[in-house]
Structure formats: structure tokens, C-alpha cells
């Protein structure tokens, strides 16, 4: 059965660098980025792959580049590695595929037109 995983998230992180930052990790643990993109709204969507093997640093980097999984991206996520460790000869070369929708907070990019051009209190 392949491991094809649809995980949302929520970050802070302003979206082109959270998709160069994640591009990068992902490459660095073996993995490949098979499409990524941003919305206006701060929606950033990245579609990768990664032999299963690899799942523990994937998981890692993901949430090492400020990335807030929902409690069911950590289930599954958490499903995936526990099952490759158990099974790591069988099934450690199988290609594992994940599809993050992550929504960033558009009030950092929104935050300088507050009302009167002021920051809000908490970001100055």
C-alpha cells in the first residue's frame, strides 16, 4: 500500500521563504519537490516525495522550518514512521508522497496597514 499523505498546516513564517526553506530541507534529507506554490492569500502548497526511509528526517525538517501540522498531519505522519521502523527492510526503499497545504499568517504581510499606518502594538 503507498503512503500517500494530504496534510494541512498553519505557519508564521512569510510564504517564499518558507517554501525555499522547506525545498531545501526536504532536498537535504533525499526527498524531491515535485511542485510547490503560493497564493496571494498566503496559502504555500508543496507536493513532494521521499523513500520511506527517510521519514523521521522529513518529519523533522518539516516541523524544524516552523511548520505547524494539525493534530491529524501529526497522527499520520507519526503512523508513517512507527510503520517504516517496524518494517524498515521491507518496505524502507518504497516511495512515500506528501501533499502540505500550509496556511501562513497573513496579518505579518497585512500588518503595516493597520488602521493610521501603525504596526499593532505586539509587532513593533
Known amino acids: 500500500m503507498p503512503w500517500a499523505l494530504e496534510i494541512q498546516a498553519v505557519s508564521s513564517v512569510e510564504p517564499s521563504n518558507l517554501v525555499r526553506m522547506l525545498s531545501g530541507a526536504i532536498l537535504g534529507c533525499g526527498g524531491w519537490v515535485l511542485t510547490r506554490s503560493t497564493t496571494d492569500s498566503g496559502r504555500v502548497s508543496i507536493l513532494f516525495e521521499f523513500e520511506r526511509a527517510a521519514c523521521v528526517e522529513i518529519y523533522t525538517a518539516v516541523i524544524a522550518c516552523g511548520v505547524?501540522?494539525?493534530?491529524?498531519?501529526?497522527?499520520?505522519?507519526?503512523?508513517?514512521?512507527?510503520?517504516?521502523?517496524?518494517?524498515l527492510s521491507e518496505c524502507g526503499a518504497q516511495i512515500?508522497?506528501?501533499?502540505?497545504?500550509?496556511?501562513?499568517?497573513?496579518?505579518?504581510?497585512?500588518?503595516?496597514?493597520?488602521?493610521?499606518?501603525?504596526?499593532?502594538?505586539q509587532t513593533r
Open 68 to 87: 505547524e501540522l494539525t493534530r491529524n498531519g501529526h497522527i499520520r505522519m507519526t503512523e508513517l514512521c512507527h510503520c517504516t521502523r517496524n518494517q
Open 96 to 121: 512515500a508522497s506528501i501533499e502540505l497545504e500550509i496556511q501562513t499568517s497573513p496579518l505579518k504581510i497585512a500588518g503595516s496597514s493597520a488602521p493610521g499606518g501603525n504596526l499593532p502594538e
